[in-house]
């Protein structure tokens, strides 16, 4: 299909395909409005302004949990970024969006409405599964009676699924992701340094020395607001220091996993153990989160090479591939009784 797109509007950042150019945007999932609904910035000049702005500037994210918070600014922002950023000409377009999986049918319609209550009109509307494009994403070939288990973790949520046959047999949206680890690292710092972190900072933390096991030596040095004089200081954090925060995060995900697997019918099981769990989305780079993974589950883990963009990717081979352009659906229509 010529002038089509794929969007994955993920919490952190929203993700573009564009079949024209065969080319992947990808910006910050935020947005600054000024007097209540007018749009300042968005996309990663809006992060910037993320724990920095005045009063005036609100920044904001438009997607919480994997489902759309500010249906408006979501819209506002993704068409500028559709035809400012991606270079896209909508009217008659072909359009794949990825959802999450285990949404109410409302905020799955919301994805769909982005586009069909717009004043542009595009040719067609299709909806993914998201973990169907994320293992499509990752090169496998979903349409086989094998067994497949995706972990897609994410900024906000955690997708949890196995796929046979081009299905989902069983499929657990947590909410959990790395925006929690985050949270969990501001508090920990609070809590042990008396040291009051942004969430900014303590993403860096995790990005540069977080790890999901013991015995990383590595340091980074931040600045935070002393609780006790109420002056900013600088401190040398450990990353033994980051993973006493984010670890009780972890064993958590990790339970939630076991749990799934024990729900597994016997032969998608032999599949997976087979294969090996294929992990995906940008919360999957902290480091040594496989191992993490393989000690509780006694399974191989397999981690994207291009983790960031998994789902975009899926997208692509939706929109460009005929054997999988079944997993591009519509909705069907309300009927009002």
Not at 182 to 197: C, G, Q, S, W, Y
Request: glycine share 8%.
């Amino acid at each position: 299909m010529s002038n089509s797109y794929g969007i994955d509007m993920g919490t952190a950042n929203l993700k573009i395909y564009n079949n024209n150019n065969d080319d992947v945007t990808s910006i910050k999932n935020t947005i600054a409005i000024v007097d209540k609904n007018e749009m300042y910035a968005y996309g990663d000049e809006a992060y910037a302004m993320y724990e920095k702005a005045p009063e005036m500037i609100q920044v904001s994210f438009p997607i919480v949990s994997g489902v759309i918070a500010d249906f408006d600014n979501m819209q506002t922002m993704l068409f500028s970024a559709l035809e400012e950023k991606a270079g896209a000409k909508l009217k008659g377009a072909d359009v794949v969006l990825a959802v999450p999986t285990g949404i109410t049918e409302v905020e799955q319609r919301a994805f769909y409405e982005i586009f069909s209550k717009s004043k542009v009109k595009t040719h067609s509307i299709a909806l993914c599964e998201k973990p169907l494009a994320t293992a499509l994403g990752m090169g496998l070939d979903i349409t086989q009676p094998t067994g497949i288990m995706v972990v897609d973790f994410g900024a906000d949520t955690t997708e949890i699924s196995v796929i046979s046959l081009g299905g989902l047999v069983i499929t657990e949206l947590l909410p959990f992701g790395g925006n929690q680890l985050d949270e969990a690292i501001v508090t920990h710092m609070k809590r042990k340094f008396n040291l009051v972190i942004g969430m900014k900072t303590a993403c860096q933390l995790k990005e540069q020395i977080g790890s999901a096991m013991p015995g990383k030596t590595d340091t980074y040095t931040v600045v935070g607001r002393d609780v006790v004089s109420g002056l900013p200081i600088e401190m040398e954090i450990s990353a033994k220091t980051v993973y006493e925060g984010i670890k009780s995060n972890l064993e958590s995900l990790c339970n939630s996993i076991k749990m799934l697997l024990e729900k597994v019918p016997p032969e998608l099981a032999k599949d997976v153990v087979h294969s090996g769990i294929y992990l995906s989305g940008g919360s999957s780079k902290i480091d040594s989160l496989d191992v993490l993974f393989k000690e509780v589950t006694n399974i191989d883990v397999n981690i994207a090479d291009n983790a960031d963009n998994t789902v975009v990717l899926g997208l692509k081979k939706v929109l460009t591939d005929s054997k999988y352009s079944k997993f591009g659906h519509g909705m069907k229509p309300r009927i009002f009784k």
